[in-house]
């Protein structure tokens, strides 16, 4: 059957992450309810997103302008390199408001599931910068998930060369974080990393 | 501070329902990643919905013709008519594929709150639909919120002219419901709702 406009704004909606069947069809009719003022500035932030967001060539980040604020900011510390993820985990981070350094982003992790290698992140790019004497730390800030740690003990290996210390970030009870409710794994790394008090 | 237009469509995101902050980051960077097999689509998709979707002026109903599909329709039956909230509860009652009749969409309850009266909503259109004599029974499917049946109980006043039965949705327990997680209120009307086994 052919699909009419507004069930292919509600499929394509479906797609968003978070967005489950129902809830596109609850934003697509709120979109039609409010066309003035929310479908179409929405319209029009996603035409200027696509025009004028672009990848940072230094680090991997979004922004309107290349290189990002953060790479053109004078202000940071150029003596430390945080390597994450993904962008949202790079936004993470700042919201966090701790770390005033700079960023890699690798735009992914190794996974032999999804064929991902070392040539598709942006790896090349960190051992490049490290390789300034500037640079004193880089820590591996990408996700405590198996391929997030596999890609970490690729890029430490191929570190050993750079004249810099490699941290992690630290395992253990998120603040406010219940004990029951914790998994067996966080536990344990809370345990093994236990602090003076 | 001047919002990036990358912000700027993280605002908006979020103010879609079902939509919160974090999700509308997720849903961004989502599009961004994916800008031609996502973005673009999506897109173009709402720039079709605002030029082709309209409301039918027969029932309420959102559709890309006028009268929309179901008032054009010549299998559905003429003899019953299901009053709704919104087009949502329309869709809602549509995929459980059990009504044939025509509908009409009020486009909210009553409202002291929100200083909504009747005619801001479809009852005139209703009451001039029921006063045709094919019409037998008019189902008053508006949510069971206190608005919802106010605005129920105002339509049966003005309804009592015409020469139709006026129905309500049965309350009860839900489908797969389990008592201990019910209200009382819901548990209630099952109770005094009861039927022979």
Redesign the interface.
Known sequence: MHE???E??IH??G?????GPR?A????????KY?ES??????Q?????????RVCNQCGN???QDPCAICASERRDNSIICVVE???DL?AIERSQIFSGRYIVLGGTLSALDGRGPSELNIAKLIEKAANPEVMEVILATNATVDGQTTAHYITEHLKDCDVKVSRLAYGIPIGGELDYLDDGTLGAALRSRQPF
Chains 1, 2 share one sequence.
């Open positions: 009419s406009p507004l292919r704004l394509l909606l797609k968003l992450p978070g967005l809830s069809r609850r934003a697509a009719l709120h979109m039609i066309r929310v479908m179409q500035p929405l319209h932030a996603m035409a200027q997103v696509a025009e004028s967001i979004l922004d309107s993904e962008v949202g936004w």
